[in-house]
């Protein structure tokens, strides 16, 4: 048998197998998601997905990143920390660049040491724990901690003479509810505030909420504080209007609903008050544009999650379009200093930390508006 | 680019093998590819119309039951208590209702029909407000029954909610969207397709799988999907959570909503891919095939051929012994060895007689080698008596040319003592005639008439001596006057002689006749000296001839021309011929004609030193004629 027969035996046998196998090699940056995309903490995570989503599909809409598409690896962590660690293992394994998510404090803290050990970085949109900022890690976020919301709610109530509050919390996801409630606690305790009443749940086991609402005693009180996800949020509000028609409802950012459940709100989302790190009245022509190709895309208006998420998006993407390598990725973000956000520049600081300004939002009689 | 026999062979083999199955693979794999996707998209579009109509009919029964209640609550005063438990009643008693609210008219929930598991909500739900449902105020507004998928304020998981307006309040039902689900699970099942409903801003809110259902998955940026919702059925590939499908998509009227039916692409065309498989495979097989065969078959072919390269090896180093004959199965081997072994038998018949030819070539080169050795030898000799003889020639010649050179030089010696003898004794023989003359003039009485006679015997020997020193210097001075060649036209110097020598002919009867004399190169001078001494000598002896007759004419002819004198005069007697241009030499008696004798010696002289050649023909009483030629253009001459 002479060379070139082997060199033709092989040659063939290349092209038989493949013909017969797809060659799909998928030569796309893949950016992992992870989120809680059911559950009652859905909304957040499923508003996150579609920022994502729409960030990815305008990259690669103007050519992706150096020629290479994106494609967009969803997991849903159904707002379960162990969940969420599963999906980073599982994310690590399909070899993406990087991790936008997760959205929930409590996930984001359970998935860092499999992200750590799989060397990936996480970019988390909303998830605000203080125990996650100041760390020289793989965690990046565009939220800030919850310690300056938390001081942000305390000055606002006390701006809006908000001095009695009884506050209602979620044990589900306590990482961000009884640390914000603590960081609240001790900012408004100092501003002159008082605590009336504290009340907390555990939204796993389906409570009932009008006799938790009861016990809050709101006729004590000058406002509620509700740190829960949408769903229960929503329930409480309509409990609380149903005791107090226009008692102040104060509500961390992860109890903002989503325009299903504003509707089944009623009028009980009236006075409803909200600290974001975004303006949903923003005039920025970025944001607008934004704006009006989210609700092109997905028959709905964008709430702060999309907007945080597909700011979490643009810092991978920048950092990529830096340095292509994701295995230098966790340095390149650390040395990106600013990124273009829908807002305005952003800026990160060396350990992933975001720096931007906060808006009091306030829905009353079916408007939200921005209270600088 | 080199091929051998081998590898031709396995190539030949591997093309007849590789193209029909390649072209007839590429020809079906395009044919069943596009019979399967016709296939297919037949049958997805048929199921997308029977799970379309399913669904509609799923949906008519509930919505059935729920203008139901609506008709039984108006044609019936009840209590709350009663509404409460009439809505409790059939929420519990259709699996599709989820919960059921009668609002009023503010929006406020007033009675709630609850899943018996979650009864115990019941203080919750009632006197919550849900003015701001849309669809309740749509309903309120309109008057007829509305819904939109929206979130279960219960679960918080998406659900379709239908709200009809009652007397001024309104009756919100959830329906379990889950069960729509099912159907199109049941549906497609057996098909392998997946099937999911789509709302109009084209997010997911049925499929056989509830978390994408609770994801809210949204489609709304598929082209499959607007050209649905505008009424089009459309079937094409599709990207849905990072995979390729290819689905048909319809629109349920009366819903509003989009029915996708897809399948994964690598599904959908895995009888294309069977395909693939199978002529791969059968490529590969064949292959092998080809190759097994090819490789018997080249053995086979390549065996009488080694065979046949052998042969002509041994040919080629000419051992023909050992040449035999290929045997093969083959028909072109065999000719083409006997062809071989005839050749070889040509070869060994010629190669015979070529050895005999060559042994009489070498007898006849043998042969040959002496005779030239012979001849060798006889030319050496002839050789050396050659270069003898040569050597002998060119001896003689070298003496000849020296004793030429030798008489050249005495000869112009010779003139020119001649000369300078004439020339100085004329001046004392013109002193002793005039001293004889003086002293027969002025003496005569002393000398005596002895003494006179003597005395002008001198005179007369005088004059005859100083005529023949002035005729010895006339040749003299010709001979040494040295030659200027120029162009001569004869014919001007004949009419100019015969014009000098007119007093000569007074009284006499001479006819003279000149021909035409072709122009020549030479010294003018001396050859008008030549026609003047030629025809003074015509004149001279036609004199006693009554009818004289002097023609004068040229030949011309090769390299030289030749002129002539012809007379019919005294002539001479060619027995003297030895004397005629000879000096001082006469060959008549003075007394007949008078002459100093060196006028031919002159003539001769002339034409010699120009090259040419003087000579002549007599007969006593007859004339004579003189000939001379001259070169046309002497070498080294002026034109």
């Known amino acids: ?372 | 680019m080199k091929f051998d026999l081998k590898r031709l062979f396995f190539l030949n083999n591997l093309a007849t093998a590789l193209l029909p199955i390649v072209g007839i693979g590429i020809v079906s794999i395009l044919v069943v590819k596009s019979h399967v996707t016709a296939d297919y998209d037949r049958s997805s579009a048929i199921l997308a119309r029977s799970i379309s109509g399913q669904i509609t009919t799923y949906l008519r029964e509930p919505i059935g039951t729920f203008n139901l209640l609506g008709n039984h609550l108006r044609g019936h005063d009840y209590s709350p208590a009663e509404r409460g438990a009439l809505l409790n009643l059939l929420v519990n008693s259709y699996e599709y209702f989820d919960a059921m609210y009668l609002l009023d008219r503010r929006g406020t929930v007033r009675q709630a029909g609850l899943k018996k598991e979650r009864t115990s909500m019941q203080a919750d739900i009632l006197g919550m407000d849900f003015s701001g449902v849309e669809i309740c105020r749509e309903a309120l507004k309109s008057g007829t029954l509305k819904w939109a998928p929206s979130l279960s304020i219960v679960t918080g998981e998406p659900t379709m909610s239908f709200c009809a307006s009652l007397d001024g309040d309104t009756v919100l039902t959830e329906l379990r969207l889950s069960d729509l689900g099912k159907i199109i699970n049941e549906s497609s099942s057996t098909r392998t397709f997946e099937a999911f409903i789509v709302d109009k801003s084209g997010r997911i809110i049925a499929h056989p799988d509830q978390a994408l259902i609770n994801a809210r998955e949204n489609i709304a940026n598929l082209h499959i999907f607007r050209e649905a919702l505008a009424g089009r059925l459309e079937t094409e590939n599709f990207f849905l959570h990072g995979s390729e499908l290819r689905g048909t998509a319809l629109l349920i009227p009366e819903l509003g909503w989009v029915l996708v039916v897809a399948q994964d692409i690598h599904e959908a065309m895995s009888p294309v891919r069977t395909l693939i498989y199978i002529l791969s495979v059968g490529l590969v097989a064949t292959i092998l095939l080809a190759l097994g065969l090819g490789h018997i078959g080249s053995r086979m072919l390549r065996r009488p051929f080694t065979e046949l390269k052998e042969v002509a090896q041994r040919v080629i180093n000419e051992d023909y012994a050992a040449v035999k004959r290929v045997e093969s199965g083959c028909e072109e081997i065999r000719i083409l060895s006997d062809t071989i072994c005839s050749m070889v038998a040509a070869i060994c018949a010629r190669q015979d007689t070529l050895n005999e030819q060559t042994e009489e070539l070498m007898a006849t080169e043998e042969s040959l080698r002496e005779l030239n050795a012979l001849l060798e030898e006889k030319v050496a000799e002839r050789t050396a008596r050659l270069e003898m003889v040569s050597e002998a020639v060119s001896a003689l010649s070298l003496d000849l040319m020296q004793r030429t050179s030798s008489l050249e030089e005495a000869n112009r010696q010779l003139e020119s003592f001649a000369y300078t003898v004439s020339h100085d004794l004329r001046a004392p023989l013109r002193h002793a005639g005039s001293f004889a003359s003086i002293l027969l003039e002025e003496h005569a009485a002393g000398l005596g008439e002895e003494g006179s006679e003597l005395a002008r015997r001198i005179v007369a020997s005088c004059g005859q001596m100083e005529q023949l020193i002035g005729a010895l210097l006339e040749f003299s001075r010709v001979a040494l006057r040295p030659i200027n060649r120029t162009l001569v036209h004869p014919e001007k110097l004949v009419a100019e002689v015969l014009a000098e020598l007119q007093g000569d002919l007074q009284g006499r009867s001479c006819e003279i006749i000149v021909a035409e004399l072709p122009d020549c190169m030479a010294d003018v001078i001396l050859l008008r000296q030549v026609w003047a001494n030629l025809l003074g000598n015509a004149i001279k002896y036609t004199r006693k001839t009554a009818a004289a007759r002097i023609e004068v004419g040229a030949v011309r002819g090769g390299d030289s021309i030749t002129y002539f004198v012809k007379d019919n005069g005294a002539g001479f007697d060619m027995a003297e011929y030895d004397r005629l241009f000879g000096v001082f030499q006469r060959l008549h008696s003075p007394m007949d004609f008078t002459g100093s004798g060196v006028g031919l010696a002159i003539v001769a002289n002339i034409i010699k030193r120009h090259g040419g050649r003087i000579w002549a023909l007599s007969k006593v009483g007859e004339g004579a004629e003189f000939r001379f030629s001259l070169p046309v253009a002497p070498a080294g001459t002026p034109a």
């Open chain 1, 1 to 372: 048998m002479t060379k070139s027969a082997l060199i033709m035996i092989l040659a063939s046998i290349c092209l038989a197998l493949g013909s017969s196998c797809s060659c799909d090699r998928d030569k796309a940056i893949k950016i992992g998601f992870i989120a809680g995309l059911t559950g009652k903490n859905s909304d957040l995570g499923v508003a996150g997905r579609d920022g994502v989503q729409l960030a990815v599909e305008s990259i690669n809409a103007s050519g992706g990143i150096g020629g290479r598409m994106l494609s967009l690896v969803i997991r849903d962590d159904g707002s379960n920390p162990d969940a969420a660690a599963l999906a980073v293992e599982s994310l690590a394994k399909e070899r993406v660049a990087a991790v936008v998510g997760p959205m929930g404090s409590s996930m984001a803290k359970a998935a860092l040491p499999v992200a750590a050990k799989n060397g990936l970085v996480l970019v988390s949109p909303t998830s605000s724990s203080n125990e996650l900022s100041g760390r020289d890690d793989n965690f990046f976020r565009v939220m800030e901690p919850n310690r300056l919301f938390a001081h942000h709610l305390a000055e606002t109530c006390v701006k809006l003479k908000i001095m009695r509050v009884a506050a209602i919390y979620d044990l589900q996801n306590s990482t961000y509810t009884a640390e914000m409630f603590a960081d609240f606690r001790e900012e408004f305790l100092r501003r002159g505030g008082r605590i009336t009443a504290e009340v907390s749940y555990d939204s796993a086991r389906s409570p009932l909420f009008i006799p938790l609402v009861k016990k809050l005693g709101v006729d004590r009180a000058d406002g509620v504080m509700v740190l829960a996800n949408s769903v229960d949020a929503i329930n409480i509000g309509q409990q609380v209007r149903k005791l107090s028609p226009r008692i102040p409802i104060i509500s961390g950012a992860c109890g903002i609903a989503q325009r299903d459940l504003v509707q089944q709100a009623g009028r009980s989302i009236d006075n409803i008050i909200f600290t974001l790190p975004v303006n949903g009245r923003s005039d920025k022509e970025s944001y607008l544009l934004f704006k009006e190709k989210f609700a092109k895309r997905f028959g709905y208006e964008p709430t702060f999650a999309s907007v945080l998420a597909y700011d979490a998006a643009q810092a991978v993407v920048a950092a990529l379009r830096k340095n292509p390598e994701p295995s230098r990725l966790r340095e390149t973000l650390r040395g990106i200093g600013t990124f273009p956000g829908l807002q305005g520049d952003i800026l990160l600081d060396s350990y992933g930390d975001p720096h931007r300004k906060l808006f009091i939002t306030r829905y009353f009689r079916g408007h939200e508006d921005v209270i600088e």
